[in-house]
């Protein structure tokens, strides 16, 4: 008899482990993925404002598609601050002994398709350029790697310096949990830091003296440090932060509003026409409503896997072809654009 109840635990406790095994195998969805899925899809209304915005609508119109644009103007953050919490997550314990590894993966995934879109749009479109367009080989390797050749592709060379620089955010982020002390430290010196970097901006670049001449501010990696410092301490910190964010989530929810409003009444002290360059990422505003906008989608993501979610599995998947359809949702707007026959168009 207490051969048969040792059997039948044994066969309970095998199908138990094989089960958990198999959901444990199972791709699931972290904060990382609810980053770059969320602020895939908010990119491509970007583009989608930006071209309407071109056809001269009225002026409620134009409104209209500025206080939209603003609402998902926090892309950028959160696709930052989301690679990094993914990054560290999944690489916790690496080192510049396993940088080589890194980079032949991203690689892959992240290098190449940058490279063949960015062919793509300097061959094929050539008029979505921006600043200036190549005409000799080497404006052409310029537009290239300066991220001019499409709209958004400044995106790409300020993300991938990230990547590139990942060693030093492998150290800062172990480096930071060692204490209390440093943690208050290094984010500390971010903070501080950074609205020192908005205060430079605001003064020498944005309708200022250097307009014209440091735009390339904009995709140096020092323009969004804080949500790549924030990401990766995130992953280091994620139990505090997800018992902080259960509890005070409308903190988050009530910036996010007030934030929005000050967006919007910057925007809307420009007058119309409105230009969409006025709502940019570089101002105390947008850095605080992009925070409480992260802050929102990671609430959503830890309650999420909290409870186990049945949508884990699809974000995961969204989330791994987020940066390639990020990538040629300008291609394909083009496309529909002229093929549905608008007749204003850039």
């Not at 492998?170 to 208050?184: E, I, P």
Request: aromatic share 18%; charged share 10%.
């Amino acid at each position: 008899m207490s051969f048969l109840i040792d059997l039948t635990t044994s066969i309970k406790v095998a199908t138990l482990t094989t089960t958990v095994r198999t959901k444990t195998n199972v791709p699931a969805a972290d904060v990382g993925d609810y980053m770059k899925v969320f602020a895939c899809t908010a990119v491509m209304m970007q583009t989608v404002l930006s071209l309407v915005l071109k056809t001269g609508p009225n002026s409620n119109v134009q409104t209209g598609i500025g206080v939209i644009y603003n609402l998902v103007k926090y892309t950028a953050p959160a696709f930052i601050f989301g690679i990094l919490f993914t990054t560290i997550r999944t690489n916790e314990s690496s080192d510049l002994s396993n940088y080589g590894n890194y980079m032949s993966k991203t690689f892959s995934s992240l290098f190449v398709p940058t490279f063949w879109w960015t062919l793509v749009y300097l061959i094929f479109i050539p008029s979505v350029q921006q600043i200036t367009h190549f005409h000799n080989v080497t404006s052409f390797l310029w537009q290239f790697v300066n991220g001019n050749a499409a709209p958004h592709l400044w995106y790409n060379t300020m993300m991938l310096q990230f990547i590139i620089l990942m060693p030093f955010f492998w150290w800062l982020s172990r480096w930071a949990v060692k204490s209390n002390k440093k943690l208050f430290c290094v984010l500390t010196v971010t903070v501080i830091g950074y609205f020192c970097w908005l205060l430079f901006y605001d003064h020498f670049v944005f309708y200022g003296p250097q307009m014209q001449h440091w735009y390339l501010l904009d995709r140096i990696f020092i323009s969004f440090i804080i949500y790549g410092i924030l990401g990766a301490l995130a992953w280091k910190k994620h139990v505090q932060l997800e018992n902080w964010l259960r509890k005070f989530w409308w903190l988050a929810a009530i910036v996010f509003v007030l934030s929005f409003v000050w967006t919007n009444s910057e925007l809307k002290s420009f007058g119309h026409p409105v230009n969409l360059a006025n709502a940019i990422y570089y101002k105390p505003s947008m850095t605080i409503y992009a925070l409480a906008v992260i802050g929102l989608i990671a609430a959503l993501a830890f309650m999420n896997i909290r409870h186990h979610s049945d949508v884990l599995n699809p974000m995961h998947f969204l989330a791994t072809y987020a940066y390639r359809a990020y990538l040629s949702n300008v291609f394909w707007l083009q496309i529909i654009w002229h093929l549905f026959g608008c007749k204003r168009h850039p």
